[in-house]
């Protein structure tokens, strides 16, 4: 495979991101590689993380006459950064150099379009994947600071999390967009009402919303959960309690539930999730050790500033 068998084509469906989960869950099936992301962060990240931008600007996949994906791509001129996904064999090679170039040219085009900007790119990458890191040093990158940590859960053992008195799990519906949007203010950042969450909400990438609703009706916690049925693995992103109802272990409660009640329903064999450095967010990862994840690897930023 290479570039020049490969057309772009921007997002204009849900069968585009359909098209984009099932080639991403194939390479990971065939490659040990650490690069890949979760099936599940394509769409959080292009429906959710990109609210309101054309979701064919910040969205392309190349791809040959037969109909194979060699490429995808989520821009992020809001964060400077990119998800670059290359096919295993298009790995390392002068096309995925080419294909670098074009995310960093589209990054700033649409930095200019929607005002945002641009002083240098950023790029993901875990700390024991070698490959990528030496690649990204030919095309002029270099590793800066920890940005995420990545955890794995075996599914092994599952602590004792029960929810408090009064409190239960429920599925949301487009019925609870009024009370979803006020968890995932009290949460993470007060930028959501009904109308804005729903479109996130009846967006073509959404699996699981899973909740804790309070004794008074309000959603004190929420995850979203996707699932890898190739690969038989589970994504939290994100994972919220509500200000008010901290340190109850409603979280940790909630997680439990989600990972018994998955792995029941799709057979899977691990689940994963997220967290800031402990000096961002010392919570979140104490949460994710009590439920039983462990560090897999770091997410390190990789620059490269314009001149």
Known sequence: MRLNDLRVHAYRKASDLGRAQASLMNWVRQTSQRGYLHKGDIGHRLFNGCY?????????????????????????????????????RLFGSDSHAELIRYC?????????????TIKKWVIEVSDDDSGQQDFLATVGYSRSKHWFTFTRHQLDFFPDAALPDGFHFHDASPADLEKLADVH???????????????????????????????????????????????????????????????????????????KRMKAVHDLVCACVC??????????????ASVGFQELHKIYEYVKRLT
């Open 52 to 88: 309101g931008y054309d979701k064919a600007d910040v969205f392309r996949y190349w791809m040959d006459d037969a109909g194979e994906v060699g490429a995808f791509v989520l821009l992020y001129p809001h964060w400077e950064s990119f998800d670059l996904q290359v096919a295993p």
């Open 104 to 116: 960093e040219e589209e990054t700033l085009r649409l930095g200019q379009k929607y005002g945002k």
């Open 185 to 259: 203010n009290h949460s993470f950042t007060n930028k959501w009402n009904a109308d804005s969450y729903g479109e996130v909400f009846r967006s073509p990438h959404l699996e699981y919303e899973i909740v804790v609703v309070a004794p008074d009706g309000r959603f004190a916690a929420f995850t979203n959960v996707w699932i890898d049925d190739l690969n038989r693995s589970l994504l939290f992103e994100p994972v919220g309690t509500h200000s008010d109802f901290r340190r109850r272990g409603l979280g940790k409660a909630l997680m439990t539930y989600v990972l």
């Open 275 to 288: 967290h800031e450095p402990a000096d961002k967010n010392p919570a979140s990862g104490a949460l994710y």
